[in-house]
């Protein structure tokens, strides 16, 4: 029968639940926050990355929440079937393999669907690489740009660093072990000479935090064996080489550029050259040979 109190209607209605976006260590254990351990200890289902990897975590806790599959392969069928839970109660907790869910992370698209069906979503903070990184660099801190992954493939690389070549801020990225030492070299010869810092193994038995010039850390990692683990690589926002600092040193981008085509370098490469002699990115070397022929 149909009631006529308003209150009936309420009692019965089922109130979604919450999604917790929860941060996990980043290889310390101990570097996990009391509340994101009552928050996974309260929740209904845990959406990781990796099951076996999560649940590692928990045992060491202590805690005996269901855990759910959640990862890059499988987030579009998975998030239909978490945020039916959510909106029939459940309280959900997202958590990646380590660090904070949704930084290179499945997360994002849950968090957006969630959102869209009116669910709230509670950030649990806790851990990230690229802050810890950040924070440690002595790189400047006060304007950062997070570029994620750079491309796998040099052209697609120097592509991407030449559109972030005019950004001023301290650019952030995570890189693959494989990949450091390539990442290196074409950003030494996009950006120009930079300081920059490679972070491994953050809050790990073998954390190393390694700073110096980009020609420097090339230099470093040509004469090391492959790096291991988790990688962060952060660079200046300045280029070392300033236009001052040239025409102290008696050299200028015309006159490398004229010395190189003498030697037999067509004028593109002698271009190529001169500016990874002062240290200048191309895409910077070129309007000063424009300048310097037009003030001669």
């Known amino acids: 029968f149909a009631s006529d109190n308003p209150m009936d209607f309420r009692h019965n209605q089922i109130m979604p639940g919450k999604l917790y976006v929860v941060a996990t260590p980043i290889g310390n254990l101990s570097d996990i926050t009391e509340r994101?351990?009552?928050?996974?200890?309260?929740?209904?289902?845990?959406?990781?990355?990796?099951?076996?990897?999560?649940?590692?975590?928990?045992?060491?806790?202590?805690?005996?929440?269901?855990?759910?599959?959640?990862?890059?392969?499988?987030?579009?069928?998975?998030?239909k079937e978490l945020i039916d839970s959510l909106i029939n109660g459940s309280d959900v907790a997202v958590v990646s393999d380590a660090g904070t869910p949704a930084i290179n992370d499945p997360g994002y698209r849950l968090v957006r669907a969630a959102i869209d069906a009116e669910v709230e979503v509670v950030p649990i903070p806790g851990p990230s690489a690229l802050i810890t990184a950040l924070v440690a660099s002595g790189l400047p801190t006060n304007e950062f740009f997070y570029a994620g992954f750079l491309p796998a493939r040099s052209n697609a690389r120097q592509t991407r660093l030449r559109e972030l070549s005019s950004i001023l801020a301290t650019l952030v990225f995570y890189e693959a072990p494989h990949r450091l030492l390539p990442s290196l070299k074409d950003a030494r010869e996009i950006l120009g000479e930079r300081h920059a810092v490679v972070a491994r193994e953050l809050t790990k038995l073998h954390e190393e935090i390694r700073r110096g010039l980009l020609s420097e850390l090339v230099e470093y990692y040509e004469g090391s064996a492959e790096p291991r683990g988790e990688i962060v690589l952060l660079i200046d926002?300045?280029?070392?080489?300033?236009?001052?600092?040239?025409?102290?040193?008696?050299s200028s981008v015309g006159q490398l550029v004229a010395e190189?085509?003498?030697?037999?370098?067509?004028?593109?490469?002698?271009?190529?050259?001169?500016?990874?002699?002062?240290?200048?990115?191309?895409?910077?070397?070129?309007?000063?040979?424009?300048?310097?022929?037009?003030?001669?």
């Open 36 to 79: 994101a351990i009552k928050t996974l200890k309260d929740v209904d289902l845990i959406a990781c990355e990796d099951t076996r990897h999560t649940k590692k975590l928990l045992q060491h806790f202590g805690i005996n929440t269901k855990t759910l599959s959640y990862h890059e392969h499988n987030e579009i069928q998975r998030e």
């Open 237 to 250: 926002q300045t280029v070392v080489a300033t236009a001052d600092v040239t025409e102290e040193a008696g």
């Open 260 to 296: 190189f085509e003498r030697q037999g370098l067509d004028h593109r490469a002698a271009l190529k050259k001169a500016a990874r002699e002062l240290g200048l990115p191309r895409a910077e070397a070129y309007p000063r040979l424009v300048a310097e022929r037009g003030r001669n």
